[in-house]
């Protein structure tokens, strides 16, 4: 099975309005919710391409209540093994302009992790890993017969309380473990995340440009692996994606720009990049996959699904060139 961990998890809400003003009242016309975090798209991307696929974190409160009961009666066929936190689970609001299509979003920050509450969501990291957890509905018990753990997202931001080097501790109980890990963060978790060396890291271009000072994908993307990661993978938005890695450098671009929402596109590429590594694909399939996942995620109305029309038609169409041709693009 899959593992995809998503520690900041969150319960989406969407109002739309017909048109957004500043300093003025507003009739919603629609609302919905949905379990929200990189790491549940992924796994939902996952599921949708076969594959079983578990995911983890911490939930809390009355929201993360409400986010495993609305998880629970998905039919995406994603298993429960999100750990139980006494503060509330955040919520994350995006507010849709209808005359526009713009989105407004506003993201809380997450609830206060204790010292105690991290250290048993490491116990059931480390029970997962050796597949041995399985999901009791309302949390995770160690027992027999767990599927062994094929690969690991790790996804997100961090919630208050846990500590910045949460991804490195992780990277390396993953490691220690046999089983390959890649990292989607930012900022100083990114930073501290890359040094423990994850098998593969896909920060987007102005998250990489963070971490190493160089707004130059290419060599940025060099020094992130200097800096520790095996492979790295820059998302370049709509121009596709940046490869740099022990094997070669690849461009990985779309045939053509597709509207919509570019909403966990991001994480659609990761679950295209997991999902390659793990079938044996070499590089430049594993690339055409991510950027086909992404492009369809683009034209899906929501995050964590892609539109399968769009996908099929991308996939043999994306363009792939390396090594000197790839430095060209990405310079």
């Not at 995406?76 to 209808?98: F, I, K």
């Not at 995340?193 to 190493?212: C, F, R, S």
Request: include cysteine.
């Amino acid at each position: 099975m899959f593992l995809t961990v998503t520690l900041n998890l969150a319960l989406d809400v969407t109002y739309r309005v017909p048109r957004l003003r500043a300093h003025a009242s507003h009739r919603v016309t629609d609302v919905t919710e949905r379990p929200g975090g990189k790491g549940l798209n992924v796994a939902r991307v996952l599921a949708a391409l076969g594959h079983p696929v578990t995911v983890t974190g911490l939930a809390g409160g009355p929201t993360g209540a409400h986010v495993r009961a609305l998880l629970a009666a998905e039919s995406g066929g994603v298993t429960d093994a999100l750990v139980s936190v006494a503060g509330n689970t955040r919520r994350t609001v995006a507010v849709v302009d209808g005359s526009t299509g713009d989105t407004t979003q506003l993201n809380e920050a997450g609830p206060e992790v204790t010292a105690d509450e991290w250290a048993a969501f490491l116990d059931t990291y480390a029970a997962l890993l050796k597949g041995s957890g399985t999901s009791t509905g309302t949390g995770t018990r160690t027992g027999e017969g767990a599927a062994p753990v094929r690969a690991v997202a790790l996804c997100g931001s961090l919630p208050p309380g846990v500590p910045v080097d949460a991804y490195a501790e992780l990277v390396r109980a993953t490691h220690t473990a046999g089983v390959p890990v890649l990292l989607d963060t930012s900022g100083e978790p990114l930073r501290h995340g890359v040094a423990a060396g994850p098998d593969l890291v896909k920060p987007n271009a102005e998250e990489l440009a963070q971490l190493t000072g160089d707004t130059e994908p290419l060599r940025a993307a060099g020094d992130a692996r200097r800096r520790g990661a095996h492979a790295v993978v820059a998302s370049l938005g709509a121009d596709g994606l940046l490869a740099v890695t022990a094997d070669g450098t690849w461009r990985a671009a779309p045939p053509r720009y597709v509207p919509g929402n570019p909403t966990g596109a991001g994480d659609s590429a990761v679950a295209g990049l997991l999902s390659g590594l793990t079938e044996g694909l070499d590089w430049p399939a594993r690339l055409a996959r991510a950027v086909a996942l992404s492009a369809a995620t683009v034209a899906a109305p929501v995050a964590g699904e892609f539109d399968t029309d769009v996908y099929a038609e991308t996939l043999p169409r994306t363009e792939i060139t390396s090594g000197r041709g790839a430095a060209r693009d990405g310079a």
